[in-house]
């Protein structure tokens, strides 16, 4: 398997960085680009060293390196994910601005019809941002909130992240374990 990953400027980098490690202890290949606002946030929210996460990746490439494989859509690879994926981002995924590396990737995902998962991560949602998050699922994105599930129980920070990874990982396709699983109530109904 062979997956894309953008890291854009939005606060939530322990996602990314978690999926990058499930990634790479899965053996799929994979191209990443990081924009220069995400290196920062990185910084910010996390104790992990750029270099440390452009090692998890096969291939690392500059936000404006439009020579990239990935960049057309006669290479062959099987998805791309945003994550986290900023407003603007969004926004230029949702009209279809390829003005960087990462917009220009999602919208050969989004022409070629592979799958393309976008995890925004804001709050509050402005009606703007509502209707960036339609008009990308309309073209055929997967929007996937980073919104923390309960149900597994968690009992770190960690294990929130897992919850939302596991999710990106079963719409990659790619089997895991990161999650427990909703397996709904059981009740006996008495008659």
Request: aromatic share 6%; glycine share 6%.
């Amino acid at each position: 398997m062979e997956i894309v990953v953008g890291i854009s400027g939005a606060s939530g980098a322990a996602y990314a960085v978690r999926l990058l490690q499930v990634l790479r202890e899965r053996g799929i290949i994979i191209h990443l680009i990081i924009t220069d606002s995400a290196t920062r946030i990185i910084e910010i929210e996390t104790d992990y060293q750029p270099k440390y996460i452009q090692d998890l990746a096969d291939y690392v490439y500059s936000p404006r390196d439009f020579t990239a494989p990935f960049a057309s859509g006669s290479h062959l690879y099987d998805g791309m994910v945003v994550i986290p994926c900023s407003m603007g981002t969004l926004s230029a995924i949702a009209c279809g601005s390829s003005d960087t590396l990462i917009t220009r990737a999602a919208d050969v995902c989004l022409k070629e019809k592979r799958r393309l998962i976008i995890v925004p991560r804001e709050t509050p949602l402005g009606l703007v941002q509502l209707r960036n998050m339609v008009a990308a699922a309309e073209a055929g994105a997967v929007v996937l909130p980073a919104c923390p599930a309960f149900y597994s129980r968690p009992s770190s920070l960690d294990d929130l992240v897992d919850v939302l990874v596991g999710r990106v990982l079963d719409l990659l396709g790619v089997k895991n374990d990161l999650y427990r699983r909703w397996q709904g109530t059981l009740e006996r109904k008495c008659l």
